[in-house]
């Protein structure tokens, strides 16, 4: 009934899941990660406590393998589980049940050199390996790959009931908004169309308001960008006509109107002091805000 994959950036110590399914609200029930410990991915028939368990478990060094046997030890229900872990540090160690093997469809697991994916109820086995494939090989921040993933996935073929949510969650020591939860994106699509559309859609929204600039992302506020952006600020009223007059290009008073007017566009975290401008940001203001 679902497909995810887990995967973690060594040279970042991200660590993430991305998931798909025919199920409501699904990433609240499978995803679950701890910035420098591991992610886990919890399906089938879920038992979220396997994934704050195993954590715990990982956290106190205990390899994947182990904490997979400790967990499916105590469970009865263990045949109707599946299950991945992935470690910071790149062990891995995955478990599909008999009962989940007998479901319609298929149920398979692939594993890569920094990601692993795994799915039952799925039109082929081949979803997985698909998803690792594209992962491995797409361009993109961490974030992007893993939605590359799941796209992959459903060019294979997906689930066989179709689609209706996705998630994403990535997890990173001094992520966050204002660099203090750990977790870098948080994205649950509960109930959609195309919900992994719509995860990337709101992905590149999170991105700009929760993000910091990319330094080689900043130009001059230049004499071809500086009428643009005064004329935007008098006509969303944050700047008086007379300023325009001035003859700073991009003196103090525009400096304070842009970040009046990044603060309100929820542009929180790109917002600048000097005549800089993120060229992401800039461009997303000419998309919703015209010429």
Excluded at 47 to 59: C, E, I, Q, R
Excluded at 69 to 98: K, P, S, W, Y
Excluded at 172 to 192: C, E, F, M, P, T
Aim: with cysteine; aromatic share 6%; proline share 4%.
């Amino acid at each position: 009934m679902t497909y995810s994959i887990l995967a973690r950036e060594p040279e970042t110590g991200a660590l993430g899941i991305a998931v798909q399914s025919k199920f409501p609200g699904v990433a609240n029930l499978i995803c679950h990660g701890r910035a420098g410990v591991g992610v886990i991915a919890t399906q089938a028939f879920s038992n979220p406590d396997h994934g704050t368990k195993g954590l715990d478990l990982l956290a106190l060094g205990v390899p994947p393998e182990t904490v997979l046997d400790l967990l499916l030890a105590e469970d009865q229900a263990r045949g109707e589980r599946q299950i991945a872990i992935l470690a910071a540090d790149g062990r891995a160690a995955q478990h599909t049940g008999a009962a989940v093997e007998s479901w319609d469809g298929a149920a398979s697991v692939a594993f890569g050199e920094d990601a692993l994916a795994h799915g039952n109820s799925l039109t082929s086995e081949d979803v997985p390996a698909a998803m690792v494939a594209r992962f491995e090989s797409a361009t993109g921040d961490f974030q992007e790959r893993l939605i590359a993933a799941l796209v992959a996935g459903e060019e294979a073929g997906g689930e066989l009931r179709g689609v209706q949510s996705a998630g994403l969650q990535v997890f990173l020591a001094g992520a966050g908004y204002g660099g203090r939860q750990g977790k870098a994106v948080d994205i649950s699509i509960y109930d959609h169309t195309d919900p992994i559309s719509e995860l990337s859609r709101c992905y590149r929204l999170h991105r700009l308001s929760y993000f910091g600039s990319d330094p080689d992302n900043l130009v001059q506020i230049d004499s071809k960008i500086a009428p643009y952006l005064i004329r935007l600020l008098m006509r969303e009223g944050y700047l008086d006509p007379d300023s325009s007059k001035s003859a700073d290009i991009w003196g103090p008073d525009k400096i304070a109107a842009m970040a009046r007017f990044m603060g309100v566009e929820n542009y929180d975290n790109r917002i600048r002091d000097d005549d800089l401008i993120d060229t992401e940001v800039l461009s997303d203001i000419r998309a919703r805000k015209g010429s």
